[in-house]
T-cell receptor, first 119, second 111 residues
Framework: GAVVSQHPSRVICKSGTSVKIECRSL??????MFWYRQFPKQSLMLMATSNEGSKATYEQGVEKDKFLINHASLTLSTLTVTSAHPEDSSFYIC???????????????FGPGTRLLVL | GESVGLHLPTLSVQEGDNSIINCAYSNSASDYFIWYKQESGKGPQFIID?????DKRQGQRVTVLLNKTVKHLSLQIAATQPGDSAVYFC??????????FGKGTMLLVSP
């Protein structure tokens, strides 16, 4: 089955620093990846859609200059939280669409998530 | 006091019981639905999906029912096991657009 990995799994940083999170599709090529944010006991909220070779599409209310997304290859997308503040502390999860499913279905496979704590 | 949004609906069952988790979706144009299971501290795990031209789909120990008339989706888990304890999310999709997740239901299975 489709496997998506994230690195790191957990990161603690000081306020004002930047943090990069990597998302990789391990056994398939993903032209589209997605970044979600999840607060405790809440649902997943889509932040942005990352397209290989082009600019990411951000959801309303998500600051593109604060959450930088780069999708430089078919197996890697990165999310950089710039000038992180305590309110950015959250669980960040990526997913990748497996193009092998075909048709008009969208089967997304999720990474294990990255827990960010900003002090 | 309680805060809105910090308490997931919870379903508590005994091991061996059948569980039914419900979800109301919002968009009548959605044509593809997925159930995900999320264990604490982990990413969502795909369980089962169903397209809008179907009413029912069965997997191993799980069944998804779709009622388009009332925009309702349910996940039935047979012979629930402690390992099924997790938060379950339904998600809806329209064409190749993005997924919209429901609020989630926590399933607690007692031995």
């Amino acid at each position: 089955g489709a496997v998506v990995s994230q690195h790191p799994s957990r990161v603690i940083c000081k306020s004002g620093t930047s943090v990069k999170i990597e998302c990789r599709s391990l056994d398939f090529q993903a032209t589209t990846m997605f970044w979600y944010r999840q607060f405790p006991k809440q649902s997943l909220m889509l932040m942005a859609t990352s397209n290989e070779g082009s600019k990411a599409t951000y959801e309303q209310g998500v600051e593109k200059d604060k959450f930088l997304i780069n999708h430089a290859s078919l197996t890697l997308s990165t999310l950089t939280v710039t000038s992180a503040h305590p309110e950015d502390s959250s669980f960040y999860i990526c997913s990748a669409r497996d193009p092998r499913t075909g048709g008009n279905r969208e089967t997304q496979y999720f990474g294990p998530g990255t827990r960010l704590l900003v002090l | 006091g309680e805060s809105v949004g910090l308490h997931l609906p919870t379903l508590s069952v005994q091991e061996g019981d059948n569980s039914i988790i419900n979800c109301a979706y919002s968009n009548s144009a959605s044509d593809y639905f997925i159930w995900y299971k999320q264990e604490s501290g982990k990413g969502p795990q795909f369980i089962i999906d169903i397209r809008s031209n179907m009413d029912k789909r069965q997997g191993q120990r799980v069944t998804v029912l779709l009622n388009k008339t009332v925009k309702h989706l349910s996940l039935q888990i047979a012979a629930t096991q402690p390992g099924d304890s997790a938060v379950y999310f339904c998600a809806e999709n329209r064409g190749y657009s993005t997924l919209t997740f429901g609020k989630g239901t926590m399933l607690l299975v007692s031995p």
